[in-house]
């Protein structure tokens, strides 16, 4: 599967491919929320992995252009710093169409998953649909 991660920090941004990658996912990466955008519009993905807190471009504004273009599109959304108000951004997250949230710190396993079960529920969510 095809993932791409948003986030404007290189150290998470590079640690998060490897363990996508071990895992098996193809990785494609972006330093910011435009060039994330331009990234899903040139090469597509199944899964988005998106901070919510970025200069320029937020994970909201990414989250909610994204959700406008491919609604079914699963979503993940992280964050990390002050924990009140990044659960307040991530619940926003959700409201934007955001299927999991992760908050940092967070390990491998909670990141895998939270890929999981977001493909698993588009999957699932398919097939619920196709045989209603």
């Not at 941004?13 to 955008?37: C, Q, S």
């Not at 994204?66 to 990390?80: D, M, N, T």
Request: glycine share 10%; hydrophobic share 45%.
């Amino acid at each position: 599967m095809r993932v791409l991660v948003i986030d404007d920090d290189p150290v998470l941004r590079r640690t998060l491919a490897r363990l996508l990658e071990r895992a098996g996912h193809i990785v494609l990466l972006a330093g910011d929320g435009l060039r994330g955008l331009r990234l899903w519009r040139d090469e597509g993905a199944e899964l988005v992995i998106t901070d919510v807190r970025m200069p320029g471009m937020t994970g909201l504004e990414v989250m909610l252009q994204l959700h406008q273009c491919a609604p079914e599109l699963p979503i993940i959304a992280i964050s990390g710093g002050d924990p009140s108000r990044d659960w307040e951004l991530l619940e926003d997250a959700k409201l934007l169409g955001a299927v999991e949230l992760l908050s940092k710190p967070f390990t491998a396993a909670d990141l895998g998953s939270a890929v999981h079960r977001a493909t698993h529920r588009r999957h699932d969510d398919k097939r619920g649909t196709a045989s209603a």
